[in-house]
Nanobody, 124 residues
Framework: QVHAGESGGGLVQAGDSLRLSCAASGLTFTGYYMGWFRQAPGKEREFVAGISPNGGITYYADSVKGRFTISRDNAKNLVYLQMNSLKPEDTAVYYC?????????????????WGQGTQVTVSS
């Protein structure tokens, strides 16, 4: 199967940090924009952060700006999401995906090769 694979989630307290990783399975991330999304129970999957192929451009949802940092290691075919100052409202399943090459970077329909996601739960 060709997909991304997320890891690093867990149960933490408000104010804690986590670093999520996204690894490639059967595909490459090199040369592609990559994105992190999240989906809370009963809610739509929403954009969290994105990064350009060389890592020089990053963009974030307003809700995480200043707290989350997306980065990538192209040599290892990995994408990361460093999450600091976590809040209970950050609780969700987090997914990474590869941009398909057209459409808005903020739109989930513009991405493919979704993984199974990793659960992040933040207690108050």
């Amino acid at each position: 199967q060709v997909h991304a694979g997320e890891s690093g989630g867990g149960l933490v307290q408000a104010g804690d940090s986590l670093r999520l990783s996204c690894a490639a399975s059967g595909l490459t991330f090199t040369g592609y924009y990559m994105g992190w999304f999240r989906q809370a129970p009963g809610k739509e999957r929403e954009f969290v952060a994105g990064i350009s192929p060389n890592g020089g451009i990053t963009y974030y949802a307003d809700s995480v700006k200043g707290r989350f940092t997306i980065s990538r290691d192209n040599a290892k075919n990995l994408v990361y999401l460093q999450m600091n100052s976590l809040k209970p409202e950050d609780t969700a399943v987090y997914y990474c995906a590869r941009y398909i090459g057209s459409g808005s970077y903020y739109n989930r329909e513009s991405y493919s090769y979704w993984g199974q996601g990793t659960q992040v739960t933040v207690s108050s």
